[in-house]
């Protein structure tokens, strides 16, 4: 059984919560080479490729930034409530977004992350708030609910 030390922890969570594209060359520090990755757009199993989503991820908004509100977990996994807030840069800028998320996390024998899975809303929390899009997210939600 694999038992992360609380320290080792909360330097992960420091992690996200500074990352910066400078910060992202540091992953490695943190994730294992063959760590699998998986959100609602991306799945890879290859910490270089972790961190062009993290890169693009700056390339394509402006200041997201992560905010971990909970942990749960005994060590050997973790689930992380968090929510990431951001602003596109091609549309009205100046609105502050906020995506609420939550990271199920597994760890190797350095307690490196081997796993890493993401769920949110898409519709929700990013369809729905698009024009054009979100008029139709929308409309299916109030017809289907």
Same mark, same amino acid.
């Given at each position: 059984?694999?038992?992360?030390?609380?320290?080792?922890?909360?330097?992960?969570?420091?992690?996200?919560?500074?990352?910066?594209?400078?910060?992202?060359? *540091?992953?490695?520090?943190?994730?294992?080479?063959?760590?699998?990755?998986?959100?609602?757009?991306?799945?890879? +199993?290859? #910490?270089?490729? #972790?961190?062009?989503?993290?890169?693009?991820?700056?390339?394509?908004?402006?200041?997201?930034?992560?905010?971990? *509100?909970?942990? #749960?977990?005994?060590? +050997?996994?973790?689930?992380?409530?968090?929510?990431?807030?951001?602003?596109?840069?091609?549309?009205?800028?100046? &609105? &502050?977004?906020?995506? *609420?998320?939550?990271?199920?996390?597994?760890?190797?024998?350095?307690?490196?992350?081997?796993?890493?899975?993401?769920?949110?809303? +898409?519709?929700?929390?990013?369809?729905?708030?698009?024009?054009? #899009?979100?008029?139709?997210?929308?409309?299916?939600?109030?017809?289907?609910?």
């Amino acid at each position: 059984m694999i038992v992360m030390d609380q320290g080792r922890i909360d330097a992960l969570l420091h992690f996200y919560e500074t990352l910066s594209p400078d910060r992202v060359q *540091h992953f490695g520090f943190y994730y294992a080479d063959g760590a699998y990755f998986k959100d609602p757009f991306n799945e890879v +199993t290859r #910490i270089e490729d #972790i961190r062009e989503i993290f890169a693009r991820m700056f390339r394509q908004l402006a200041d997201p930034r992560f905010v971990v *509100h909970e942990k #749960i977990g005994d060590g +050997t996994g973790l689930i992380l409530l968090w929510d990431m807030s951001f602003r596109l840069r091609s549309w009205r800028p100046q &609105l &502050l977004r906020v995506i *609420h998320g939550v990271s199920h996390l597994r760890f190797d024998d350095e307690g490196k992350v081997t796993y890493h899975r993401d769920y949110w809303d +898409t519709g929700e929390e990013l369809y729905a708030k698009l024009p054009l #899009i979100g008029v139709a997210v929308r409309f299916l939600r109030r017809a289907m609910g």
